[in-house]
């Protein structure tokens, strides 16, 4: 009974943080610690989460940015919660960047606490064929949730990358709709680490732990 008490304030504890954050324009989800701390979201534990976004739309890979310019890309945001907790569309956001070579690659990252979490992607015009997908006002999608497993101690981990297969449905004047119908967590540790390495390096060394499907 204590277990599950603690456990119920522990969660309690960590969603009320992550929507001090969101209301906080997700300024502690998108911004790395400061060197010499190890704070975020309160006084927990941060964890550096490092993630890649990948897509291939009729059968070639393009360019889909995670940040908010330039107004021409196909952009996407991302909405992460505590496991259990609805991920709402209109709570979704723009992951934190790195340099622009990173993020022209696809590379970004959330800072949290440990604990279990989901993580959804977002874009407009972008229709998400999966379970669990959601599709909000305006075109604006939601891809199913995935797991992060987040343990305790770890100041940078990589969590996969995350590839969408696509493909167009409607051709509009100024832009295109797209419909994704597949997910695939993909391990490019490799990568990562270079990565981690030009942008993260003072956060120690990595580590993985690949997300994955609840579905």
């Not at 996407?76 to 505590?82: I, S």
Request: net charge neutral.
């Amino acid at each position: 009974m204590q277990t599950t008490s603690l456990r119920t304030g522990l969660l309690l504890i960590l969603t009320g943080a992550l929507a001090a954050a969101c209301a906080h324009g997700s300024k502690q989800l998108t911004s790395l610690p400061k060197e010499g701390t190890a704070s975020a979201a309160g006084n927990a534990h941060a964890t550096v989460v490092l993630f890649r976004l990948a897509i291939d739309s009729d059968a070639q890979p393009v360019q889909a940015s995670l940040s908010a310019a330039p107004s021409w890309k196909w952009h996407f945001l991302v909405n992460v919660g505590p496991m259990g907790h609805a991920l709402d569309t209109g709570d979704a956001f723009v992951a934190g960047q790195l340099d622009a070579t990173a993020t022209d690659a696809g590379w970004a990252f959330v800072t949290l606490p440990p604990g279990t979490y989901e993580l959804a992607f977002a874009a407009y015009r972008t229709r998400f064929k999966m379970p669990g997908a959601q599709r909000a006002a305006l075109g604006f999608g939601q891809s199913s949730a995935s797991r992060l497993d987040l343990p305790s101690g770890a100041d940078l981990l990589y969590v996969g990358t995350f590839g969408f297969t696509c493909h167009k449905v409607d051709r509009w004047w100024a832009y295109v709709d797209r419909e994704c119908t597949k997910l695939e967590i993909r391990d490019d540790e490799q990568l990562a680490r270079q990565i981690a390495a030009a942008s993260l390096r003072r956060f120690g060394p990595l580590r993985t732990v690949l997300a994955w499907s609840p579905e």
